[in-house]
């Protein structure tokens, strides 16, 4: 959440406020966003994967559909795309990680994850985030596949040409 702050609104503030909760770079305040059950939440996506993220402290166990994460994704590769983010933050067995995906396939599954993990991170502890934006993990990959078009086979190619 970003909020714009002056003298005035430094001056209202109540000194007995966590003050560690925020961050302020210029004249912009990153804000600790966590509910009542100590947990971070942020959504994340990657082409039609939609990713519901829940990360809180714990032993480092990730269970993704109700599934562990080994078994949910089988291939190496996408593990390490899921552990990008904690492993930039230093924080691999720090905390629990609960996901909730649907759409698309285990490649964009797997992105969708990773996004929703980087922001889940930003909203549990604001500091993360040179870290994170450094690293590309809080940009949305906008690509997405590309429509068929009338009169070609797919969306670039054409049907063969036959000149006789």
């Known amino acids: 959440m970003v909020v714009e ?14 003050v560690e909760d925020i961050e302020i770079a210029g004249s912009v305040v ?13 959504t994340g996506k990657r082409k039609n994967a939609v990713a519901r993220v829940w990360i809180k402290p714990g032993n480092g166990q990730v269970s ?3 599934k562990k994460f ?4 089988a291939r190496p590769v996408l593990r390490m795309i899921v552990q990008q983010p904690l492993n930039a933050t230093d924080n691999k067995d720090k905390f629990d990680i609960t996901c909730t995906v ?8 797997a992105g969708a994850i990773r996004h929703g993990i980087s922001k889940a991170l930003l909203n ?15 940009t949305r990959d906008s690509r ?3 429509r068929k078009k009338y009169g070609r086979a797919k969306a670039r190619k054409s049907f063969q040409f036959s000149k006789r």
């Open 70 to 73: 080994e078994v949910f994704f």
């Open 30 to 42: 990153y804000e600790k966003k966590i509910d009542n059950l100590g947990r971070a939440y942020a």
């Open 124 to 138: 549990y502890d604001p500091q993360n985030r040179t870290v994170l934006k450094s690293g590309g993990f809080l």
């Open 144 to 146: 997405v596949v590309e």
């Open 102 to 109: 649907s759409g698309g396939g285990l490649s964009g599954q």
């Open 5 to 18: 702050i002056n003298e005035e609104i430094l001056e209202a503030v109540d000194h007995e406020t966590q």
């Open 64 to 66: 993704i559909n109700g």
